[in-house]
Every structure is written in C-alpha cells, then in structure tokens.
Nanobody
Framework: QVQLVESGGGLVQPGGSLRLSCAASVINFNTYDMNWYRQAPGKERELVAGIISDGGRITYADSVKDRFTISRDNAKNTVYLQMDSLKPEDTAVYYC???????????????????WGQGTQVTVSS
C-alpha cells in the first residue's frame, strides 16, 4: 500500500522557518512528479510548489516565490519543502502529493497514479 507521510509541521513565529518532509513508500518514486499543496480554513486547496520526476523543472505559487524551496532526494524517496520568512497567511494544512502521468521510459510503461499524504499543520503566529 502506497503511503505518503509528511512531517516537520508546527507552530512558528512570523519570519521563522520550517522544513517539511514527505517520505513516500512507493515503488519507482523517480517516475512521479511531487507537489506540495496547502489548504487554509475556509479556502480551497492550492498548489504551493511542484518538482518533476527528475528534478529538472520546479514551479512555485507566486505567494511563496523567493521564500519557499522544494527539493527531492530520489535515493531516499523523499521530497522536502523549505519554508523561510513565514507569514501568518502561510498558516494551513500542508499536503504532499505524488502525481504520475502515463508514460514510457525506455521499454517500461508506467500507468496513471496519484497519491496524497494525510497533511501536516503549519501555524504561523506570534
């Protein structure tokens, strides 16, 4: 059974930093694009940052550019989100997402698959 387990959330003061981790128990982790989403109370879930399977392309929401950094370690099946200069409006539940489009890699075919973690709370408050 595939699991995505987030860790690293907590309470931090404005201007502080947190590092989220997402450990994936999934075969062929390097075939998945990995994303961080967040959902604040009363708001829709939004994409915060994404990194493609080989780490070659990274995207960020405008609201977190220059403050957050996404990275991945395919040898450890883990994706990270370094969050600096945190603001109260960053308060949300942060979710890890693994997303794979169907594709060939050499002679191997990989099917469509998508998984979500259970979420970790990040609260930015003084």
């Amino acid at each position: 059974q595939v699991q995505l387990v987030e860790s690293g959330g907590g309470l931090v003061q404005p201007g502080g930093s947190l590092r989220l981790s997402c450990a994936a128990s999934v075969i062929n982790f390097n075939t998945y694009d990995m994303n961080w989403y967040r959902q604040a109370p009363g708001k829709e879930r939004e994409l915060v940052a994404g990194i493609i399977s080989d780490g070659g392309r990274i995207t960020y929401a405008d609201s977190v550019k220059d403050r957050f950094t996404i990275s991945r370690d395919n040898a450890k099946n883990t994706v990270y989100l370094q969050m600096d200069s945190l603001k109260p409006e960053d308060t949300a539940v942060y979710y890890c997402n693994a997303d794979r489009q169907p594709h060939y890699r050499g002679f191997d075919y990989y099917t469509r698959a998508i998984y979500w973690g259970q979420g970790t709370q990040v609260t930015v408050s003084s």
